[in-house]
């Protein structure tokens, strides 16, 4: 029997409509989930203060060089997602750090970090590769 999952945003407004609930499949349910500890400052649930991950505290550290930035996203990430997402196994997340030219008013141009995050494993249940990839623009952060 196929198990479903809802997604992320839940809309309440849909639980109260008969058959109007928005479900989607294992590989997504995952990835909305790891999206939500990628967007979520440590202490940020009251019922869970180790959920969430790190680019919340490097957002506007412009004195750590990229390589200490990168490899505290990472631990941060990996040590979340390794607790949290108990349905995967073999984690192995992946971040890039760059400098990336965004657009300002008509007379600037903006210079903002972007942080590419890739995260890879095996689906427990279906022993399926997952991966999912997302980015970021810090300081201040964007999706």
Same mark, same amino acid.
Request: glycine fraction near 4%; aromatic fraction near 12%.
């Given at each position: 029997?196929?198990k479903?999952?809802?997604?992320?945003?839940?809309?309440?407004?849909?639980f %109260?409509?008969?058959?109007?609930?928005?479900?989607?499949?294992?590989?997504?349910?995952?990835?909305h %989930?790891?999206?939500?500890?990628?967007?979520?400052?440590?202490?940020?649930?009251?019922?869970?203060? #180790?959920? *969430?991950?790190?680019?919340? !505290?490097?957002? %506007?550290?412009?004195? /750590? #060089?990229?390589? #200490?930035? /990168?490899?505290?996203?990472?631990?941060?990430?990996? !040590?979340?997602?390794?607790?949290?997402?108990?349905?995967?196994?073999?984690?192995?997340? *992946?971040?890039?750090?760059?400098?990336?030219?965004?657009?300002?008013?008509?007379?600037?141009?903006?210079?903002? /970090?972007?942080?590419?995050? #890739?995260? /890879?494993?095996?689906?427990?249940?279906?022993?399926?590769?997952?991966?999912?990839?997302?980015?970021?623009?810090?300081?201040?952060?964007?999706?």
């Open positions: 029997m196929e479903y999952y809802y997604e992320l945003p839940l809309k309440p407004l849909n %109260f409509e008969n058959n109007r609930r928005n479900y989607c499949g294992l590989k997504e349910s995952i990835a %989930f790891i999206h939500l500890i990628n967007t979520t400052h440590f202490g940020e649930c009251r019922f869970d203060p #180790s959920f *969430g991950c790190a680019i919340w !505290d490097v957002d %506007f550290d412009n004195l /750590k #060089s990229t390589n #200490s930035l /990168k490899s505290q996203i990472v631990k941060s990430l990996n !040590d979340s997602i390794s607790h949290h997402e108990t349905r995967l196994e073999n984690i192995n997340v *992946g971040v890039s750090i760059k400098q990336e030219e965004t657009d300002g008013d008509l007379q600037t141009n903006r210079i903002k /970090k972007r942080v590419d995050i #890739s995260v /890879k494993a095996i689906v427990k249940k279906t022993n399926e590769p997952f991966t999912y990839v997302e980015y970021f623009y810090i300081g201040p952060l964007s999706y």
